[in-house]
């Protein structure tokens, strides 16, 4: 949704300071390609209000690095990747992936069988690390399990259960095992976590491709400010499956090696798996980061391409600084969405380049982890929360040679930087996008 229109032109506002299309033509871009969408200005749209941070007061990933803050705290110090060769596919498919070892031999326990499959073992994994799962069910004994939000960011769901069920059905049946019908809908995880952890307050599932478990941010958002309930658990899942590493492979998108985003020589993206989880309540301890605010759009362009003007990308950090009430000169990092296709770092290297400061650090941490898809968005919102807390820009792994589209702003190895207020980027197929803002606890 556009929140914001030009009052002179009834155009779009992309610009951060306000300005139109018309005004603010794309770097990189020649003046007479600006893109202009001439449309009548509703009187409902406005530019949205700064929304009052939320603490986030627990959050965790599981991923190709391992099991845990400590663990990908560490990857990101030494610069350790979790990529490795594709051993995952029976059909040979030469490119890499981050896989979590183990789930394949570690079945969900008895109480929870019906719900057994690669994506909910992977849950019930990441939901254990850190102690997440004691400060969820702490929340639900504290404000009552109606008053406990459960938001779910996942694009494949359980898609991997179905694969499995046709390749081993018994007398034309699924076999036994996989034959709970909820394994095979969009809400197969929501339904397996609102039964594990107890909640019984809204339970939402938001698939929107890459940008899903960025988007479940500003979902617990709305919920808590307009009273639905006093807190949420965020999760955000996506394991491998055959249909999505041939599917990209398909479109021309995959890498046959480790990728290398914003590099001169990127030929595609790496596919990974994670489970990445957060709890958001209006109070928290001081120390505690927070979500400052956010910024939503949908561009339409075209399915898999983004617009060739970073059009929705713009107007969602339009959206992002007027709820956060940021600026693009008090950024100090920008998690990347950095898938390392050749368009998509094009245009989000010139949006960076455009709009930030020289001085502003960026960085896609993708050729750590791999693009975890659905799980992307709250992955790369914990490992931006770990950079906060150690000080430290991760680099931009396996990148070497930046594509002259780049600004200064593109961190290619680590650096050391105190971040008091961070972005994240989220963009999904079909111009989905979504912006995070998150504050350490210093800045409160």
Not at 54 to 67: D, E, K, N, P, V
Not at 126 to 134: H, K, N, S, V, W
Not at 278 to 305: F, I, K, N, Q, V
Request: net charge neutral.
């Amino acid at each position: 949704m556009i929140d914001s229109f030009d009052d002179a032109t009834g155009n779009p506002a992309i610009g951060v300071d306000g300005s139109s299309p018309a005004r603010q033509p794309a770097r990189g871009f020649a003046q007479n390609a600006c893109v202009i969408i001439p449309r009548p200005r509703p009187t409902h749209c406005r530019v949205p209000s700064r929304i009052v941070p939320l603490a986030i007061t627990a959050f965790t990933a599981t991923s190709a690095l391992g099991r845990g803050r400590a663990a990908h705290g560490e990857a990101l110090r030494s610069q350790r990747g979790g990529l490795r060769a594709n051993d995952f596919t029976e059909t040979p498919l030469a490119c890499a992936i981050g896989r979590v070892d183990g789930l394949e031999t570690l079945p969900l326990p008895g109480a929870f069988a019906d719900y057994d499959c690669r994506n909910n073992r992977l849950a019930w994994l990441g939901i254990g690390a850190d102690g997440f799962l004691d400060a969820a069910r702490a929340a639900i004994e504290r404000y009552g399990a109606d008053r406990v939000a459960l938001v779910l960011g996942t694009s494949t769901g359980s898609i991997g259960a179905t694969e499995e069920a046709y390749r081993d059905l018994e007398d034309g049946r699924f076999p036994a095992r996989l034959r709970n019908r909820v394994l095979h809908t969009p809400h197969s995880l929501g339904v397996f976590l609102e039964t594990a952890l107890g909640t019984r307050g809204p339970c939402i599932t938001v698939a929107t491709a890459c940008s899903s478990s960025a988007k479940i941010f500003a979902q617990a958002e709305r919920l808590l400010r307009v009273g639905l309930a006093d807190a949420a658990i965020l999760a955000g899942v996506d394991t491998l499956c055959g249909s999505v590493l041939f599917g990209f492979n398909a479109l021309e998108l995959v890498s046959p090696q480790a990728c290398r985003p914003f590099d001169v020589a990127r030929r595609g993206i790496s596919i990974g798996e994670a489970a990445g989880f957060a709890l958001l309540e209006r109070d928290g301890a001081a120390t505690a980061p927070r979500l400052l605010g956010y910024g939503e759009s949908s561009d339409a362009h075209h399915m898999s391409t983004p617009h060739p003007a970073g059009l929705g990308a713009r107007l969602a950090l339009a959206d992002a600084f007027a709820r956060s009430g940021l600026t693009p000169g008090a950024i100090d990092y920008i998690n990347l969405h950095g898938t390392a296709t050749v368009k998509n770092d094009a245009v989000e290297a010139v949006l960076v380049a455009d709009m930030f400061p020289a001085g502003a650090r960026a960085s896609s941490t993708k050729g750590f982890t791999g693009h975890t898809l659905g799980a992307a968005g709250i992955l790369e919102a914990v490992l931006t929360l770990l950079a906060m807390e150690q000080g430290i820009v991760p680099g931009t792994l396996n990148s070497t040679a930046p594509d002259p589209v780049c600004g200064p702003q593109l961190a290619l190895s680590n650096e050391t930087r105190t971040i008091r207020a961070a972005l994240t980027n989220s963009f999904g197929f079909g111009g989905n996008n979504c912006i995070l803002a998150f504050g350490s606890g210093r800045t409160q």
